[in-house]
């Protein structure tokens, strides 16, 4: 049987660190603040803000919600953009993404500053994740990966990741900060080859491909770390993984579940990336 990676205990460390924190703020007369900014009212967007107002709400960080309609015209998006990027009050922000077509995504992102931008849409957060991870902040998601992976004790020094999936989201930048971890790093993708023996070779691997339950038990060997990052439904509308986690979760040495694993942490690496976010501009502020 594998050991559970269980996203709970993780979100209840993370609480742990960032309630000081949030308090030595507070006593500062900074309230962390986020912005949420969403375009119509797709369902995964709402059940997720949901989520991190609850999130937010229990560590004492605000949300401002910014709910445009989904036909809300570019120049009044960017201008939405623009007043968070300009506003000393609020320290993070979280785009929902896709934004509809006749948007045109990169030049919304382009309008937050780095400094705010918590969930690594900005081409400097991004540049940073290749680079030295100062500028900016990586993706929640992949972050959340890393955390797991910390916060299990996964040693990652000269281990062999197999990473499938290549998003800005997740596949590449947590493959950048596995690599500034000094794992080997192997990305696959739609058009890999032997994907199965590829992954039965490694000592972790990461899936994130969205694709409900497609890794079985091929594409893994005993004692493997495995993330599944995927958020699917299957056809009987059950929220499930990209990995079949019953066939899997007997062969390997620990796997995360889906509910409960990687999402969970992805909503507090949101806080926890506002949190630092705010400290940051404090100290920029006291330079
Ligand atoms: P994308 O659709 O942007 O990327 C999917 C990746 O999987 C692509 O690189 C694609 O390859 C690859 N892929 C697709 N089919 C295969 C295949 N048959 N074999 C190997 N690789 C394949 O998805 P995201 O990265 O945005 O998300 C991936 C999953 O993670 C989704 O289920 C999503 O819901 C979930 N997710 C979960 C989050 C969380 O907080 N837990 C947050 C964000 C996403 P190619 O590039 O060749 O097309």
Same mark, same amino acid.
């Given at each position: ?23 030595? +703020? %507070? ?16 369902? !995964?967007? +709402? ?6 107002? %609850? ?10 919600? *910014? ?15 623009? !007043? ?8 993070? &922000? +979280? ?13 919304? &992102?382009?309008?937050?500053?780095? @400094? ?15 680079? !030295? ?25 000269? %281990?062999?990741?197999? *990473? ?28 890999? @080859? ?12 990461? &899936? ?31 929220? &499930? ?47």
């Amino acid at each position: 049987m594998a050991t559970l990676l269980a996203g709970k205990p993780v979100v209840e460390r993370l609480a742990r660190n960032l309630a000081p924190r949030v308090e030595r +703020l %507070k006593a500062a007369d900074i309230v962390p603040t986020l912005a949420i900014v969403r375009m119509g009212e797709r369902p !995964d967007d +709402l059940s997720y803000e949901r989520t991190a107002m %609850k999130r937010a709400e229990s560590l004492g960080i605000a949300v401002r919600s *910014v709910a445009l309609d989904e036909f809300t015209p570019q120049s009044v998006v960017e201008a939405a953009m623009h !007043d968070i990027t300009h506003d000393a009050g609020v320290h993070g &922000c +979280l785009l929902f993404r896709p934004l509809p077509s006749f948007v045109s995504e990169s030049r919304v &992102c382009e309008l937050l500053v780095p @400094e705010k931008d918590i969930d690594g849409i900005t081409l400097a957060s991004l540049g940073s994740v290749f680079t !030295d991870g100062r500028t900016g902040f990586p993706p929640c998601t992949a972050a959340a990966c890393i955390e797991i992976l910390d916060h299990y004790s996964v040693p990652l020094v000269g %281990k062999h990741v197999v *990473v499938v999936g290549r998003s800005l989201v997740v596949g590449k930048p947590v493959s950048m900060m596995l690599l500034r971890r000094n794992a080997s790093v192997t990305i696959c993708h739609s058009r890999t @080859e032997h994907l199965e023996e590829i992954c039965r070779e490694a000592d972790i691997v990461i &899936c994130a491909t969205g694709r409900a339950r497609a890794f079985d038990a091929e594409f893994f060997s005993p004692g493997q770390t495995v993330l599944d990052v995927g958020i699917n439904f299957d056809t009987h509308g059950r929220l &499930c993984g990209d990995v079949d986690f019953d066939k899997v979760e007997p062969l390997v040495g620990a796997i995360t579940p889906v509910p409960g694993g990687i999402g969970t942490v992805t909503t507090s690496m949101t806080m926890a990336h506002t949190v630092e976010a705010a400290e940051r501009a404090q100290a920029e502020r006291s330079e």
